[in-house]
């Protein structure tokens, strides 16, 4: 859910509240995961790293986002092989 703030000065910030649900019948324990999932998302936004379903390795695997980018150039180069 996005919020926009308006600062007196005209500046505007936003603020997303996301909301988490654990699909394939996963029990995650969204707190536990909380440092990585908030760095791969930062990096994902910034275009570090890409965004794509590699990367739900993050949430399901517990895998930091510079790890699941080494999978996906593996996966890149056996593709090529």
């Known amino acids: 859910f996005p919020y926009r703030l308006r600062h007196v000065n005209g500046r505007e910030f936003w603020i997303h509240d996301f909301a988490f649900t654990a699909g394939e019948g996963l029990n995650l324990d969204i707190q536990q995961l909380n440092d990585t999932l908030q760095d791969a998302f930062v990096h994902i936004v910034k ?29 890149r180069y056996l593709k090529q092989i």
């Open 47 to 75: 275009g570090d790293a890409e965004n794509d379903a590699f990367n739900r390795l993050v949430l399901t695997a517990g895998l930091p986002w510079r790890d699941v980018a080494l999978l996906r150039a593996y996966a």
